[in-house]
């Protein structure tokens, strides 16, 4: 193996612009105060009696009879998170916690919760309740019959 010796001046060097680039990379994340709902996204709406077909089925997501009124489901594996705030409107989310990176736990009471260090978020993906300070980014979905596609 092939080693190289650094002065210790230049070593303190490097380490101090890791320092101040890790401490500029902290305040863009956490710094920021994003909490509007998320946007540009629209909700898609939906006819809630429109027919099931078949053939949309092995590209969807879910069904939109998996999503409660009032409620949500989150996709872990996808890493998204569908609500459906009201009656055949649909909006989706990254399930990924703009506090450090966890998969949003569930949607119970309202409230896209995050199990790691509590932080909750409204069903149009805006902060609930902290420690997150930024809103989930919105995902683009569309619905064709009963079917929830992502993209
Ligand atoms: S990662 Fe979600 S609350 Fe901390």
Do not use: W
């Not at 909700?43 to 053939?55: F, G, I, L």
């Not at 989310?93 to 896209?112: L, R």
Request: hydrophobic residues 40%; charged residues 15%.
């Amino acid at each position: 193996m092939d080693f190289q010796c650094v002065d210790r001046r230049t070593a303190l060097k490097v380490a101090g612009l890791t320092c101040a680039g890790a401490t500029v990379a902290g305040c863009a994340t956490y710094g920021a105060q994003d909490n509007e709902p998320a946007e540009p996204v629209a909700p898609v709406t939906v006819d809630p009696n429109a027919e099931a077909d078949p053939a949309e089925a092995a590209d969807a997501l879910a069904s939109i009879d998996d999503i409660p009124v009032g409620g949500g489901e989150v996709f872990a594996s996808e890493q998204v998170v569908v609500t459906q705030p009201a009656s055949g409107t649909f909006q989706a989310f990254s399930a990924v916690c703009t506090h450090e990176g966890c998969i949003v736990a569930n949607v119970s009471d309202g409230t896209i919760n995050c199990s790691c260090h509590g932080s909750r978020f409204n069903l149009d993906g805006s902060v609930a309740n902290g420690p997150a300070a930024s809103a989930l980014p919105p995902r683009q979905i569309s619905i064709a019959g009963r079917s929830i596609i992502l993209g």
